[in-house]
C-alpha cells in the first residue's frame, strides 16, 4: 500500500525526509550526543522506512525532488552570515585562500592515493573526488569528469555527517581555538552540514564556513578536472 501511494504521489518523499528530520532533532537535543547529529538520525530512519516497505529509491527520488532543487538556494543563504563578518573576511584574505587551496588539493590528492591502495575503479575515483563540497556542485563536477553522480550524493553527505560529528574531538585533539582556522577546516572538509555544526560554535566560525564552501566549490571546479587526468 505504502509502495504503491510512493509511486503516485509527488509529496510523500518530501514528507518522509522533513518527518526523519523532525524527529532527528528531538532526539538530538533530548540526547546532546556529538554521534546523534539530526541529518544523521534522519538518514537512518529514512533507509529504514524504504528497506522495510520495499519503496523504489527512483520512486523516493522523484517525490522528494523538491527539497533536492532547495539545495541551491539554501547553500546561497550562508552569504549573509559572511557579509556580516565581511571586515574580518578582508583581513585574513590571504591566508584565507591559501588555506582553502591547501584544503581542496589536499582532499583530491588524498583520494587518488587511497583509490591506488585500495584498489577502487576509476568511477569510484572520480566519484570520491568532489566529497568535500556542496551536493549542488559535487554532482556536476562528478557527472563532468566521468563519476557516478548518485554515488558522490552518498559520499558528500557521509562526509559532512562524519566531519560534523568528529569537529570538536579533532579540533580539541590538535588544539585549534582560533575561530577562523576552525571555520575555515570545517567549510572546507565537511560543506554545508559542516557549516551547521560550525554556526553552533560561533557566528565567525559560521560565516568562515560559509565562505569556505564558495571558495572550495569554485577551486574544486578547476582542481579535481585536472587531478582526474592523473
Known sequence: MLHKYMSETLVFGCL??????WIGKKI???????????????????????????????DY???SAILTKLLTP????????MYRQLERLKAYAGAILISI?????????????LAGV????????????????TTAIAMGISEEIGGNPTL?????????????????????????????AIGLACGNAAHAIGTTKAVELGEIEGAMSSLSIVVAGIMTVVVVPILAML
Do not use: D
Open 16 to 21: 518522509l525526509s522533513i518527518l526523519c528530520f
Open 28 to 58: 538530538a537535543g533530548k540526547l546532546k550526543w556529538t554521534i546523534c547529529n539530526p541529518l544523521l538520525i534522519a538518514s537512518i530512519l529514512a533507509v529504514a522506512v524504504i528497506y522495510i516497505f520495499h519503496i523504489e529509491m527512483a
Open 61 to 63: 527520488e522523484r517525490s
Open 74 to 81: 539554501a547553500t546561497i543563504s550562508l552569504a549573509v552570515p
Open 101 to 113: 587551496f591547501s584544503g581542496v588539493l589536499a582532499g583530491g590528492i588524498t583520494i587518488i592515493g
Open 118 to 133: 585500495l584498489g577502487l575503479s576509476e568511477e569510484w575515483k572520480l566519484s570520491l573526488m568532489p566529497k568535500s563540497i
Open 152 to 180: 558522490t550524493v552518498g559520499v558528500v553527505v557521509f562526509t559532512g555527517l562524519l566531519g560534523a560529528i568528529i569537529l570538536k574531538g579533532v579540533c580539541k585533539l590538535f588544539r585549534i581555538t582560533h575561530p577562523v
